[in-house]
């Protein structure tokens, strides 16, 4: 086994010394505001497949939102499928071009149902409202080749579960009752 020697230790003497840190003057009174009187604070639900970083400050993304978007506003943005959730902040905004960019980010679930039953009929899907909808929270049937939604009496559905039965006795899917398309 090699034989360990010990290493000389610096001296004191042969350390820099320290800069002495500039004085700064004191934040004058009246330089700071009651942030909701001069920002404000947005949520953008964000369309499946789009990730994330793809929108990290791309002017023409956000651009259309230059007549409300100031800087120092922020902005929380949430994956229509719950896929993906983050906190941003608008650093330049004038007319036509808005550069919003990302603070923190953090990969959600999704929307995944347990147990959920595969025998929807061919083109239905069952999908979430997205946060904020004005219909409410809840679930609603998707007709895939024309966007067609299916609600109950205007309403999202509570569980996926209550969706699924919904869809299957809607009267395009029964066979007791004949359907007549215009």
Same mark, same amino acid.
């Given at each position: 086994?090699?034989?360990?020697?010990? @290493?000389?230790?610096?001296?004191?003497?042969?350390?820099?010394?320290?800069?002495?840190?500039? #004085?700064?003057?004191?934040?004058?009174?009246?330089?700071?505001?009651?942030?909701? #009187?001069?920002?404000?604070? !947005?949520?953008?639900?964000?369309?499946?497949?789009?990730?994330?970083?793809? &929108?990290?400050?791309?002017?023409?993304? !956000?651009?259309?939102?230059?007549? @409300?978007?100031?800087?120092?506003?922020?902005?929380?943005? &949430?994956?229509?499928?719950?896929s993906q959730f983050a906190?941003?902040?608008? @650093?330049?905004?004038?007319?036509?071009?808005?550069?919003?960019?990302?603070?923190?980010?953090?990969?959600?679930?999704?929307v995944t149902i347990a147990?959920?039953?595969?025998?929807?009929?061919?083109?239905?899907? &069952?999908?979430?409202?997205?946060?904020?909808?004005?219909?409410?929270?809840?679930?609603?049937?998707?007709?895939?080749?024309?966007?067609?939604?299916?609600?109950?009496?205007?309403?999202? !559905?509570?569980?996926? #579960?209550?969706? =699924?039965?919904? &869809?299957? #006795?809607?009267?395009?899917?029964?066979?007791?009752?004949?359907?007549? =398309?215009?």
């Open positions: 086994m090699p034989e360990l020697k010990p @290493v000389a230790a610096e001296s004191p003497a042969d350390a820099p010394a320290p800069q002495p840190k500039p #004085q700064l003057a004191p934040l004058p009174r009246g330089a700071v505001k009651f942030s909701e #009187q001069c920002r404000n604070a !947005w949520l953008a639900v964000i369309p499946r497949g789009i990730d994330f970083s793809a &929108i990290d400050g791309n002017s023409a993304y !956000w651009g259309l939102q230059s007549d @409300v978007m100031r800087e120092g506003d922020t902005v929380t943005l &949430i994956a229509a499928d719950r906190t941003a902040m608008c @650093v330049h905004s004038t007319p036509g071009c808005v550069v919003v960019r990302l603070l923190h980010t953090l990969d959600g679930p999704g147990n959920a039953p595969k025998s929807l009929p061919d083109g239905i899907s &069952i999908e979430r409202t997205p946060p904020g909808d004005p219909l409410g929270s809840g679930f609603f049937g998707v007709r895939a080749r024309d966007g067609a939604k299916f609600l109950n009496s205007g309403k999202p !559905w509570p569980t996926w #579960q209550d969706c =699924y039965e919904g &869809i299957l #006795q809607h009267a395009a899917f029964r066979a007791d009752r004949p359907v007549m =398309y215009l």
